[in-house]
């Protein structure tokens, strides 16, 4: 068999950028060795560890009856993908593979079936079995929110069963469920020898139902010792809502805002294109200069892709930008991505003040592989919907610098805590009442802030991990 060489990423990305889908009439059946074939080629072609894949090397196969015998195999594409896949556990966590890519699609537009709640899974005090839910973040006009659940609300059990890590997974990914409200009972003493989670005697029912989620939760202009603060939680980098941001900043700016708090701390990443405009929102003195580098395996290095501070978005908005040397950024283990591609991004150029806990660390790009000839959605084979979203690149700052695996560290520290959540945009709420006291520039108050933060409890599982197609950073397609 010829080698089978990688296609340029030139032509590939070229497709995938303008390619749009034909719907065809007639739909034919394909063979798992067909799609086999897609999965591997497309892998061969595009995956950014390649090059430490022994099957994926173009000279793998002596034959096409030795790559036909290799394909036949694996019975599930699924598998084929996952034994294609580095490192799962410690390098690539986050390549995957769908069997509807309409579903994934729709994900990455922001419309997800939810009923409106994102929750930690923690261990109950004192048991080895079971867990609770702490809500913290009720998505608006959600059925969540419908019900007046809120942020720091605790549920215990699903249709009457007590939440353990075997049953969790299960019970949530039913459309319909009930679940079980509680509170934290620490008994009035000190010691948690004695706490318990107990119920509280209320059940709410929730339906999923589709859902189109704002990425923008929540903008504030704060006064704090005299000067502005604005505030903004972003929750997701979905391509599109460049010039809603933009909206955001023009406000900022005309109220001559000072110092600039973005929330990122539910944020798991997304659009490549909208974190650099973001980023030249915040600042504005860089435009033309690098904000961000991917940078694609071996056999791909010609088409390595800079991302620069821009004055524009892509159809002639005017960005509004600050012009700012400072910002304020507040994470926890659930800011990953284009998330933490902004800060690294930005801490070249101007002082980033991250607060919180450690980000996730992933700092690839991924990008959806059709099965067509040039791996667009133009011209994808009709007779099956699956698709992959390997990671096809690193990003780096302009000096190179990745994001370690470990995630980045905040230069203040401070964990959030289920039994003292506070309310988001809420100037004392814990997260951003830090940020706020760093402005003023009293560490008594931080030291105050950090003492009253609560206990804290291990999480067991994340609501989003419940989500196959959450967060990333994604090149535009």
Not at 202 to 223: A, G, S
Not at 282 to 302: C, H, P, R, S
Not at 410 to 431: R, V
Request: net charge negative.
């Amino acid at each position: 068999m010829k080698n089978l060489k990688a296609l340029t990423l030139l032509l590939i990305l070229t497709l995938l950028i303008t390619g749009c889908y034909d719907d065809g009439d007639d739909i034919t059946t394909v063979t798992t060795s067909e799609i086999n074939d897609f999965v591997w080629k497309g892998m061969n072609a595009l995956y950014l560890y390649k090059q430490n894949v022994p099957n994926l090397a173009n000279n793998r196969f002596s034959s096409d009856e030795d790559y036909t015998n290799y394909l036949e195999d694996f019975t599930k594409p699924q598998d084929l993908f996952e034994s294609l896949i580095y490192e799962r556990k410690t390098v690539d966590r986050f390549s995957w593979i769908v069997d509807d890519y309409f579903e994934l699609e729709r994900q990455f537009q922001g419309i997800t079936g939810t009923n409106g709640m994102e929750f930690g899974f923690f261990a109950t005090p004192n048991s080895s079995t079971e867990g609770f839910c702490a809500i913290r973040l009720v998505l608006p006009n959600s059925p969540a929110d419908n019900n007046n659940l809120k942020r720091g609300d605790i549920f215990y059990g699903i249709d009457g069963n007590r939440l353990t890590n075997d049953n969790i997974n299960a019970l949530l990914n039913q459309e319909t469920y009930t679940i079980n409200l509680g509170f934290y009972n620490d008994k009035g003493t000190p010691e948690t020898t004695d706490d318990s989670i107990d119920p509280l005697n209320k059940d709410i029912t929730l339906t999923k139902v589709q859902y189109t989620e704002n990425p923008i939760h929540k903008t504030d202009v704060i006064t704090v010792g005299g000067e502005k603060v604005g505030y903004l939680m972003y929750n997701g980098f979905t391509s599109g809502s460049e010039n809603a941001l933009n909206t955001v900043f023009a406000d900022f700016k005309s109220n001559n805002i000072q110092h600039l708090i973005v929330d990122l701390r539910y944020n798991p990443g997304g659009s490549v294109s909208t974190e650099t405009y973001l980023a030249s929102m915040i600042t504005g003195q860089f435009t033309g200069e690098v904000f961000q580098k991917l940078v694609y395996n071996e056999d791909l290095q010609a088409e390595n892709n800079t991302y620069k501070f821009t004055n524009k978005i892509d159809e002639g908005s005017a960005i509004n930008s600050l012009g700012l040397t400072k910002l304020y950024i507040l994470t926890t283990g659930r800011s990953a991505s284009a998330s933490e591609g902004l800060i690294n991004g930005l801490n070249p150029y101007i002082d980033v003040i991250q607060l919180g806990t450690n980000t996730t660390g992933k700092t690839q790009a991924s990008i959806t592989i059709y099965d067509s000839p040039n791996f667009g959605k133009k011209g994808a084979n009709p007779g099956h919907t699956y698709a992959m979203q390997p990671l096809v690149a690193n990003g780096v700052n302009k000096d190179d610098v990745t994001v370690p695996s470990s995630g980045i560290t905040p230069k203040i520290e401070l964990e959030e805590s289920p039994l003292n959540y506070g309310i988001l945009g809420n100037i004392d709420e814990p997260l951003l009442a830090a940020a706020l006291a760093d402005i003023e520039g009293s560490t008594v108050k931080i030291a105050n802030i950090k003492a009253k933060s609560g206990l804290s409890f291990k999480l067991l599982k994340d609501s989003n991990d419940l989500n196959p197609f959450e967060g990333g950073m994604r090149i535009n397609q």
